[in-house]
């Protein structure tokens, strides 16, 4: 058996992966009262932690870390990574097996079209669906980073808050309502979060960071990608008589519209403060204040 053969059979073809089925009982994780119980700790950590700091240190030092953000970086870079293998080789498998079923359909379904609209009645079980939950728990994980920049920055986002608690939410409706269109936003998001991941890791250690905002740069394009994959998701459901899930889809298209729009909007006043700063030269606090928020951009999280 090839090193190839061996990755695949471990990330695709275990009985484990092949045998997995969501479920309230055997799922950890999988409820409703674990999901809102847990977003409801993180938030009222996060929140406990910064009023700590900031009652034991009036001044918003930053707290030397080590090597902490760089272990997680490296951590998250690692687990997207093989998320990512995981489901792209979970995805080829699928098509790979149920592409006979799709042809003697009636819609004809495409793999692409799969991809985007799962067919009415899809189970939330087998090899994509345990990469979903793979990914559902990565989430927690991926929430930490949170109390880093509290640590870090002694500043909490509510942007960070919100939005790593939607992550949580739309990940669960993911598996909970079969939702389309989850397997290309797991192989986009993981992609991207590898990238991501892996460079802040590298800088993390001193190495030198791009002449250009690099993150930013990877979060835009991966809204964008997203963007457009849910006008073809809601294109399909008219075309094909419905998609699995359509309304955890829709409720999602909100909640990553509000990401969108705080995201954007914190983008945007960034540059405008970077313009009004360097316009005509800025003063040492304002430079200084710009960098400082230059910084919080790097992490912004999608």
């Known amino acids: 058996m090839t090193s190839f053969n061996t990755l695949t059979y471990y990330l695709s073809e275990h009985p484990s992966i092949v045998g997995f089925r969501w479920s309230h009982a055997q799922s950890w994780g999988s409820t409703w009262s674990f999901l809102f119980t847990s977003i409801a700790i993180y938030i009222s950590t996060a929140v406990l932690l910064d ?12 707290i030397p870390l080590g090597p902490l953000p760089a272990v997680h970086s490296l951590g998250m870079a690692l ?12 995805t080829a498998a699928e098509i790979r097996d149920t592409r006979w079923l799709w042809r003697r359909s009636r819609s004809r379904t495409t793999p692409f079209q799969w991809l985007l609209c799962f067919p009415l009645g899809t189970r939330p079980s087998g090899r994509v669906f345990f990469w979903s939950y793979v990914y559902y728990l990565s989430r927690f994980l991926h929430a930490l980073r949170t109390f880093v920049t ?7 986002s509510v942007f960070k808050l919100f939005n790593h608690s939607i992550l949580i939410f739309m ?11 989850q397997v290309l936003a797991i192989i986009l998001t993981t992609l991207v ?4 991941y892996g460079y802040r890791f590298w800088t993390a250690i001193g190495l030198p960071s791009a002449c250009f905002p690099f993150v930013v740069s990877c979060q835009l394009v991966l809204l964008g990608c997203n963007l457009v994959c849910h006008f073809g998701v809601l294109l399909l459901h008219y075309i094909k008589g419905g998609c699995n899930g359509i309304g955890a889809w829709g409720f999602n298209s909100v909640l ?6 705080f995201f954007l909007n914190f983008y945007v006043r960034m540059y405008l403060e970077k313009r009004t700063a360097g ?24």
């Open 51 to 62: 009023a700590i700091l900031l009652l034991l240190f009036r001044h918003r030092r930053p």
């Open 79 to 90: 687990i997207s990574a093989t998320i990512f293998a995981g489901i792209l080789l979970s």
């Open 150 to 156: 509290v640590l870090r920055y002694r500043k909490l």
């Open 171 to 181: 990940s669960f409706l993911w598996l909970e309502f079969s939702q389309s269109f």
């Open 193 to 196: 979060y590898s990238i991501v």
């Open 256 to 261: 990553n519209g509000a990401i969108l729009f």
């Open 279 to 302: 316009a005509g030269g800025a003063a040492g606090d304002d430079r200084r204040f710009v960098a400082e928020k230059s910084e919080l951009l790097k992490d912004k999280d999608i």
